[in-house]
Each structure stands twice: as C-alpha cells, then as structure tokens.
C-alpha cells in the first residue's frame, strides 16, 4: 500500500469516503528528535515519580479529594483554600500562551501527554515488533497469517498493558500510592468504583493508541484551533522554505533546493506534508526538521531548508520578537503567578473557623452575658500536633469555657469542631467587642487566629468615646 499524498484543502487522516487511513511516520534521527525523546522520557518519568517522592511528608502531588485536601510540592490546600488554584491556572494558562505566541506551538510536540505517550511508547513498540513504516503498510495490507496474529496480538496485548499502567498511575494521583496497592490487593468490589473508572480509562487510551492517535489532535483538542489566534507572522515556527526550495527537482540540477525525496512528509506523525505551509495538524515536533537536514547533508546541500523561523523570515520579510501580545500574556502570567505564590505564603498550617452557634445571638440570665460559639479547627501537617485555644479581648471581666480548657491533639489531615462559650459579667458589659481566637502550637507560636464579635443587649453611650 503506498502512502497517501497530503493535500493542503483536506485531513489526510481521513479517506475520501470518510473511512480512517492509518498513518505509519518513519523512524527518523537527529538533534531534534534525539533532545525531545530525552526531555520526553524524563517528562514520563516525572509523571510516574510525582506521587511517589516525598515532599514535606506527602507526595509531591496528592489531589486527596476523599480527605477534601491538595498536596502541591510541600504546600497542603484544603478544599477552602482552592479558590487559589485559579490563579495559579490563570498564570500557567497564559504562560502558554505567551510560549505559544513566541515559539508555536511547542507545547503539542514536547511535553502534551498525548505525544509522550504515542512517541515515546506506543509508536516506538509498534517500530520495534512491525518494523519501520513501509513494513507496516505492508503488513496492513498482507492476508491474516499466524504471523500476521502473532504481531498484532503482541502489539495490542502491549498497548492495553501501557494503557492500564498510564491510568493506575493517574488514579495514584488521587489516593496515594499506598492506597493504590492495597486497592489492587482486595476484591474489585471492595473499590469497584475506582475500578470500574481505570478499567474505562484504561479502555479508553488503549482505544487512543491502537487506533485514533493523531486524530485527537486534529479532531478533538482545542488548542491546534487556539493557535491560529495566538500564532502571527512574527512567531517561531517550524516551516518550509519555499524560495530556496523551488523548484524541486533532482539532486545535481540546477533547480531548487528540494529534491521532492518526500522525507518530511514520511516522517511526519499528522500525515502532513511541511512544504505546503503551516497547518493546523502540525504539532511543532521537529521530526521533518531532522529528515530533511539528513537529506541535504547527504547530497552536500545546506541544512535548515526546513527550520525554525517565522512565517515572515521565511518569506524574506521583516521579523520581529517583541509585539504587544507578548507584553499582555507576560502581564497576566505574572499577575496570576504572583497572587498564587503571595496567597499560598498566607495559608496557615492550622485550619480554623468560628461561627455562632444557631439560636440567639446572646444569653443574658443570671448575671451574665453569653455568647455561644462553634469552632472546627484542623491539622494541614503531615505529623500529629497538639494545639491550645486561648481567647484574648479588650473588655474586662471575659472568661472561655469549652475548646479553651484542654489541650487538643490532632493526627495529620484531622479535623474536630468543638464549643466555645464566652461570658462577662452583665454589670461591666458596656456593648459589642472583639475577641479574637488564637490556636498556638506545642512550640508556643500562634499559628492561627480569628476575630469574631461579642453581642450583648445595647447599652447607652457605648459607642461614645
């Protein structure tokens, strides 16, 4: 079966009748292909490690949603403090975009999951038990002999053993990886579903591997569509350059540099072909970059007929780096980046809420004035803690019964609520005050603190001073 012909006006993943035609992207060396295949296995590798190193006493990374709390390298979030994630959001999403606009579209080539793992994984397994490319296509086309089924089962046993890692891997990120083991040494139905959510993952990269691959890319992910609004002319991009290439003709003539080999579009995992222009299918992964530079040494010609540079330099144009949507994206990364760092440096170790109790806002009886209060208080520390609450106001005469009377100790992500009541004296009670609440560790450091207001029955000139 001979490989399609890309064309400029039509997805060359998809047949004339609408049927799938299956890409087979040649193996391919170089600087390019070499780097990105090293930073790709170490991505992989810190997607693997994340919920394992330690960090601050718990994973580098835990979303424990069960226990409501967000481990973020040595930084504990509970579901309160989530509002801050926006930010941080925020920051990373327009850092995109600033590298997007700067040099394309680097994301979908480096570091997107979906290229690590067809790459780095599924591709290089296909290589290495079908052959190279033509010998796929051949094998595709060839009648189902035992060595045919042999392949194939191999292959897909593989696929679906890598899937299956990839999404017990992910749901560690959730519950830890000792959690993850003792789930997978008890009955399915003790957890069934968590397990009915890997196997569905699991199905659902395995069907992304063996067959759809490039077309999520092309089909379903938004941002080969976002980058016609984030890319212009002045953006690093990989292109083809057309005035040193044209007309393509043999090697030893005196035509353009192009020899029309076809050797981008062979190594190419979209199925494109890199001299009819930036396309949305291409994810800037560089393979082209390095086939074509091995052609042009091998026949003593220039490297770089296809490279990186902007869609102006290679029409002979002006280019330049610094444009106004560069200063915009860097304003709002920054912005969001910078929220995020100063709010996580004010989230305090302790958890602390104080909220009056339902009922009258005051109890005046026997003399005195009482207010009634609920305190949760919760440990964010990775080790057990003991903590003592001690209330402190400007009004004379104040006395704490409840939380304040006894040391509480807490395990780690342990959460308690327990009563507060405050009372003073009715004949000295001169209208509302503050009183703030303090939480001070075994060490003596208050670690946390709220104010909150004592009501009591209006007394005349009490606001006078």
């Not at 830890?176 to 699991?202: K, T």
């Amino acid at each position: 079966m001979r490989p399609k012909r890309p064309s400029i006006d039509s997805v060359t993943t998809i047949n004339e009748d609408g049927s799938r035609y299956m890409v087979h992207p040649a193996g391919v060396r170089g600087f390019w292909t070499r780097t990105r295949r090293i930073f790709g296995y170490l991505a992989l590798a810190a997607f693997v490690l994340l919920p394992l190193v330690p960090v601050g006493g718990h994973p580098a990374v835990f979303l424990d949603i069960a226990g409501r709390k967000f481990h973020l390298f040595g930084l504990t979030l509970m579901f309160q403090d989530l509002w801050l994630l926006f930010f941080l959001i925020t920051g990373l999403g327009f850092t995109l975009f600033l590298v997007t606009a700067i040099i394309g579209r680097v994301w979908c080539g480096w570091l997107c999951p979906q290229t690590l793992f067809l790459d780095h994984v599924v591709r290089r397994i296909e290589r290495v038990i079908e052959g190279d490319a033509p010998v796929r296509r051949q094998l595709d086309s060839a009648p189902w002999t035992a060595g045919k089924i042999f392949k194939r089962a191999l292959k897909h046993a593989l696929f679906f053993l890598f899937a299956a890692l990839v999404a017990h891997v992910f749901l560690s990120y959730f519950v830890s990886v000792p959690g993850l083991w003792g789930m997978m040494h008890a009955s399915p139905l003790a957890n069934w579903h968590l397990f009915l959510f890997v196997f569905g993952m699991a199905a659902a990269l395995y069907f992304d591997f063996a067959w759809f691959r490039e077309q999520f890319c092309i089909v379903l992910c938004p941002y080969g569509r976002l980058q016609s609004a984030l890319i212009d002319d002045h953006s690093i991009v990989v292109g083809y350059d057309e005035k040193r290439g044209e007309p393509r003709g043999k090697a030893g003539t005196t035509t353009g540099d192009c020899i029309d080999c076809r050797r981008c579009v062979q190594v190419c995992p979209t199925g494109i072909d890199i001299r009819q222009g930036l396309q949305m299918e291409c994810i800037a992964c560089e393979a082209c970059i390095d086939a074509c530079d091995e052609v042009m040494v091998r026949i003593g010609r220039k490297p770089g007929l296809v490279r990186h540079d902007s869609l102006n330099a290679l029409a002979g144009k002006a280019s330049r780096f610094l444009r106004p949507r560069l200063y915009l994206y860097l304003v709002f990364a920054l912005l969001g980046a910078s929220v995020f760092l100063f709010a996580a440096t004010q989230v305090r170790p302790v958890l602390l809420y104080v909220s009056r109790l339902p009922g009258a806002p005051y109890i005046r009886a026997d003399g005195i004035v009482r207010n009634n209060f609920l305190m949760r208080l919760g440990n964010k520390l990775s080790g057990e803690e003991t903590f003592r609450v001690q209330v402190r106001a400007a009004q004379p005469g104040l006395e704490s019964v409840g939380a304040t009377q006894k040391p509480i100790t807490l395990g780690p992500g342990e959460e308690i609520q327990e009563p507060i009541i405050l009372t003073v004296p009715d004949e000295i009670f001169r209208g509302e005050f503050p009183v703030t609440v303090e939480i001070v560790n075994s060490a003596g450091t208050v670690v946390n603190r709220r104010e909150i207001p004592f009501l009591g029955p209006f007394r005349e000139g009490a606001f006078a001073q």
